[in-house]
């Protein structure tokens, strides 16, 4: 099997930044950070309201990774011409809505199909890797074939959070429509990925899919890293991933 990517999702260290309005802790410093620990890329989402991430990040990221840049957006214009200004190596769609906490649900692709595919040509024609959040309907993931998406990141949150709630037969039903979702989206040729709300606890069963070939992982390693500091919880995290894996 191939081995498993984890990208991981620097958002929370601007939450943290943003909190005090001070210029620390830096969201670069623990990306880089976060590279030397075995992250294979690096995850930040430029929000409409940007509580968190900010441009001056985007353009701090471009600028001082060594590894690549997932950058998470929501399909405006606004997101298309800075996406465009930096091309970076992939753009992760996702559904926003202001008053959430966080993403909420995956996209309707299925729904807004035509839009979303004059949206994403010249994304990918500048060449970054369009990746569309969605759940693991297969109209959803057939949607995302069809508009021409390289990648599809399958919504875990669900999962994690009937886990966290202790149904454990929904939360093995949900497990079991994203292993299908993902055979279903490798089928037809797309690379799969899947990120949001996995913890040390949920992650093995989601890294042992077979079609998967990224995690994005932000809130929990950034919690974490409180007690454990950032490199040990990503080393904890790669460590359950290629242990599921094996
Ligand atoms: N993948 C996507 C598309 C997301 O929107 C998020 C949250 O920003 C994540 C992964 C990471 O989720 P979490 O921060 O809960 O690990």
Redesign the pocket.
């Known amino acids: 099997m191939t081995k498993l990517r984890l990208g991981v ?1 620097i ?2 260290v601007a939450t943290i930044r943003n909190a005090r309005g001070s210029a620390y802790p830096d969201p670069l410093r623990a990306a880089l950070l976060a590279e030397q620990a075995g992250a294979d890329g690096i ?1 930040a ?1 430029l929000r409409e309201d940007r509580r968190h991430i900010r441009d001056a990040d985007i353009e701090a990221l471009m600028n001082g990774l060594t590894g690549p840049l997932n950058f ?1 957006m929501a399909a405006t214009e606004e997101m298309q011409s800075i996406a465009l200004k930096y091309q970076p190596h992939a753009v ?1 769609i ?1 559904p926003e809505k202001r008053e959430e906490r ?2 909420e649900g995956g996209l309707d692709v299925a729904g807004d199909i035509a839009r979303l595919a004059d949206y994403i040509a010249p994304l990918r024609e500048a060449g970054s890797r369009v990746s569309m ?1 969605i759940g693991h309907d297969a109209a959803q993931i057939q949607a995302c074939a069809e508009i021409g998406a390289a990648v599809v ?1 399958l919504h875990t949150g669900q999962y994690c959070d009937l886990h966290a709630e202790g149904r454990f037969d929904a939360r093995d039903a949900e497990l079991a429509a994203l292993q299908k979702g993902a055979a279903y989206a490798a089928s037809l040729g797309m690379e799969v990925h899947a ?4 913890t040390f606890e949920t992650v093995g069963p989601i890294a042992a899919i077979k079609e998967v070939a990224e995690l ?5 390693l950034i919690a974490e890293s409180v007690f454990l500091g950032l490199e040990n919880a990503i080393a904890q995290m790669r460590h359950l991933m290629d242990a599921a894996r094996a």
């Open positions: 999702n958002d929370h995850t989402h998470e992760c996702v966080t993403t959040f990141e990120g949001h709300g996995l994005n992982i932000g809130h929990f």
